[in-house]
């Protein structure tokens, strides 16, 4: 490979990194060239950590970081050498003594090989195309699980049933790393035929604070709560430095006036207004049901992380039904996986049926807690604002701004959907400030703009 050849897998590298999200400036980009040339490009794993260490600042950027460098400084190019696979069951055979010997070089070459002999799909060399799917479900690699354990029992000792079920999850953590290169080689295949960087910008998962809400897994929403503690200690020093700006006070004109008749009317020294120290409280209001769930979740474990910057915190859910869920919130800064089980388990959040009502369920803030909400008091709705046709109840929103010091509501859904089928959210948001808050990075800022001092 030239030098220009590598200056622009780097550069693309790079591109394709900061299309999602992660911060790669200048510096970063330097000290990582400054890596390909001293490390070279004959060890690629050798590469692979040299860029990591130079471009990344957490282990939690790696699951973008590795794709994305097996697209820009893959392991092969074109089809893999000899004659494509034909015979299945061979494949299998030899598959199954790879993941016996558990050589990853090995299942390298023979992902390589499944991809090209049974991944491949489209009738014309412009349609052609390379599926992973395709390719482990014609081979089935999972059933391959007892043949590959009697293998090893046959070259070692037998072993109890214990030892046999960790050999078991052994031989399942092989054939997902064999998943994983079937997936790369035929994302490979398809980045060589349409381009790296689309590849890179479509194929590639964002990470889990990019996600939208509305569309995590249970995995990526376990990331998202596992996130909330670092998260909650970056924003409480945000709000720290906005408090103690916001502490120095104002110009007092009056006084800086009256003070510069000392000096000819040159104001040399102003007179300041001091602010009163005063935390300020904040009330949730939170729509747990549906998809809306994870995002709710995370926001309250997000506020009780919080809880110190502020005076007051009560979080109150609802589906039809509205309760408050404060004192459950202590318990689920402990339990993070099982706030929402507890929530729903716990408090009373339906009536006689299931759906979203937003209109009861303000109706009965407004009316039965009533008194939690100040001049002090900064509310904050979480919810997509889907009545399912019910009465939206906007006088009860107006009683609750009237009350509040400020009210936001942050709408999980895009922007472009607000206002189409069942959504109240343009009649909502004549009254209250809504913001779009699609994933956890959203959040993140929003909350460290939005949240009183």
Not at 214 to 237: D, I, M, N, S, Y
Not at 413 to 437: F, I, K
Request: one cysteine or more; glycine letters at 10%.
């Amino acid at each position: 490979m030239t030098g220009a050849g590598v200056t622009e897998r780097l550069t693309g590298l790079v591109g394709a990194l900061r299309a999602h999200g992660l911060r790669v400036g200048t510096g970063e980009t330097v000290d990582a060239a400054r890596a390909v040339e001293a490390l070279g490009l004959a060890d690629r794993e050798l590469l692979r950590e040299g860029l990591a260490a130079t471009l990344l600042h957490g282990t939690g950027q790696r699951p973008v970081f590795d794709p994305v460098f097996d697209l820009y400084f893959p392991r092969g190019v074109g089809a893999p050498q000899g004659e494509p696979a034909a015979d299945r069951e061979d494949l299998r055979d030899r598959l199954a003594a790879a993941l016996a010997a558990n050589d990853q070089a090995l299942m390298g070459q023979l992902a390589a090989e499944a991809v090209d002999g049974f991944g491949g799909y489209g009738n014309s060399p412009s349609s052609d195309g390379w599926s992973s799917y395709q390719t482990l479900d014609r081979l089935r690699p999972q059933t391959l699980l007892a043949r590959v354990r009697t293998s090893i029992r046959a070259e070692g000792a037998g072993g109890s049933g214990f030892t046999d079920r960790l050999l078991d999850d052994e031989i399942r953590q092989r054939i997902e790393g064999f998943r994983r290169q079937v997936a790369l080689e035929a994302r490979r295949r398809v980045a060589e035929r349409r381009g790296r960087d689309e590849i890179a910008r479509r194929a590639i998962a964002p990470t889990a604070d990019r996600v939208d809400f509305l569309f995590a897994g249970r995995a990526q929403l376990a990331e998202l709560r596992r996130a909330v503690q670092p998260l909650a200690r970056k924003l409480a020093t945000r709000l720290a430095a906005r408090r103690r700006r916001a502490s120095r006070g104002t110009i007092d004109l009056r006084r800086t006036l009256r003070g510069s008749l000392s000096t000819g009317g040159v104001p040399m020294r102003p007179v300041l207004r001091r602010r009163r120290p005063v935390r300020p409280e904040l009330v949730l209001l939170c729509d747990v049901s549906g998809s809306v769930s994870g995002f709710s979740d995370f926001t309250m474990l997000l506020v009780q992380a919080l809880h110190d910057q502020f005076s007051k915190v009560r979080v109150f859910a609802f589906v039809n039904r509205l309760d408050e869920v404060t004192p459950l919130l202590v318990h689920g800064t402990a339990d993070p996986e099982g706030l929402g089980t507890r929530i729903r388990d716990e408090a009373t959040l339906t009536g006689w049926h299931g759906s979203s009502d937003y209109g009861v369920a303000l109706g009965e803030f407004a009316e039965r807690y009533g008194d939690a909400v100040g001049p002090r008091t900064t509310v904050f709705v979480l919810g997509d604002a889907r009545t399912n046709m019910s009465d939206p109840n906007l006088p009860a929103v107006r009683q609750i701004t009237q009350r509040a010091r400020r009210v936001y509501w942050l709408n999980p859904e895009q922007r472009t959907q607000w206002g189409t089928g069942d959504s109240a959210a343009p009649d909502y948001a004549e009254l209250v400030e809504m913001h779009e808050c699609r994933n956890a990075q959203q959040l993140s800022a929003l909350v460290g703009r939005l949240l009183p001092i």
